[in-house]
């Protein structure tokens, strides 16, 4: 038994506006309470784009949602000549509590290297946002090197050579499992947070066992407790399924099929 609080995560990618996205998180907040949902059970984060920061923060302040809000990238700099770049000043000025790191979308298609990802990690701690860094094998590392290989490496080097490392969430996420509707199973997923886990251990001591290890590649409602029956897995970070406020609200109610 851990004592880490699960936590349950909805990138929304590049979808929704932000009238879909108030309208997103109000069905969301009301389907939660309508099941008496207890949010001592797990934390409950939305990941919006950009655009939609603003509105879903407000929504959320002026109703009291127990919601948490999330950011999908954030700047390695401060301010100044970054055309089109995020700073965490401006994320945390709108209460922004996470950001996702390094997605596999990001370093597939924005070729954004470790140590890129270690500079926007810099850039959330600096900040006291957390940051939620994403790790996963290809198919290809998958077969020629493993399934643990690539997210461990990818994982310390997020961590390196920071002067001192705050609060952090990794989340697994194999690359041939996003979008594709071909999930890891609970025990591929178990299996791989545990070795990042004893990295991050070997490499940072303690704080390790504080750590959540998500996982993350087609979760849905009817296989969410599967993971979450592992004491290794900590969470999910879910993508397609978190644009339905229905589904969404059936995984962050996983410990209602737990029982099952
Ligand atoms: P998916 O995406 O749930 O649609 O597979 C997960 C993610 O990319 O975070």
Known sequence: MTNRVPFIAGNWKMNLDHQQGIALVQKLA??????NFDYATAEV????GFTSLRSIQTLIDADQFELKLGAQDISAHDSGAFTGEVSGL????????????????RRQLHNESDDVVRSKTAAAFKHGIVPVICVGE???ELESEGAAAVPVRQTLAALAEHES?????????????????????????ASVALKIRDAIRAEH????????????????????????RSPEVDGV??????LDSEEFSGIARFQSHLAI
């Open 45 to 48: 984060a939305v990941f919006p």
């Open 90 to 105: 401006a994320l945390k000025k709108l209460d922004v509590q996470y950001v996702l790191i390094g997605h596999s979308e």
């Open 205 to 228: 001591g303690e704080l390790a066992d504080r750590v959540r290890i998500l996982y993350g590649g087609s979760v849905k409602a009817n296989n969410v407790a599967g993971f979450l």
């Open 30 to 35: 009301w389907t939660l309470k309508d099941a």
């Open 237 to 242: 970070l879910v993508g397609g399924a978190s």
């Open 165 to 189: 490392l705050g609060d952090f969430i990794i989340a697994y996420e194999p690359v041939w499992a996003i979008g594709t509707g071909q999930v890891a199973t609970p025990e591929q997923a």
């Open 138 to 140: 290809t198919l290809e």
